[in-house]
């Protein structure tokens, strides 16, 4: 490891001047938006969010009774199937 160089070594001072500055300022920033982004949440509308990604329906109301399935839990079942196969 002692014969690694630093990725720094071919900066002049004034770059490493500049490359701290811009470090600084991304760490004060970075507090700012933290801030910001949990204002955001907080102040959320969910249901409109959830629509604005989903797409109109009413979301207060429960889903409906389960339909046919969507082949998950029997695609899981084979998986199982195989999973124990392969361990004799």
Known sequence: ??????????????QIVVGR???ETWKLAGAD??????KDIREL?????IA???G???????????GPSSGLVEQQRWFMKLTVRNRR
Do not use: G
Request: charged share 35%; hydrophobic share 30%.
């Open 56 to 66: 109109d329906a009413d979301y207060t109301r429960p889903p409906r009774a389960p």
């Open 33 to 38: 938006l933290e801030h910001l982004r949990r």
């Open 52 to 54: 604005l990604l989903c």
């Open 1 to 14: 490891m002692k014969d690694e160089t630093s990725a720094l070594a071919s900066w002049t001072p004034e």
């Open 21 to 23: 500055r811009w470090v």
């Open 45 to 49: 509308d969910t249901y409109r969010t």
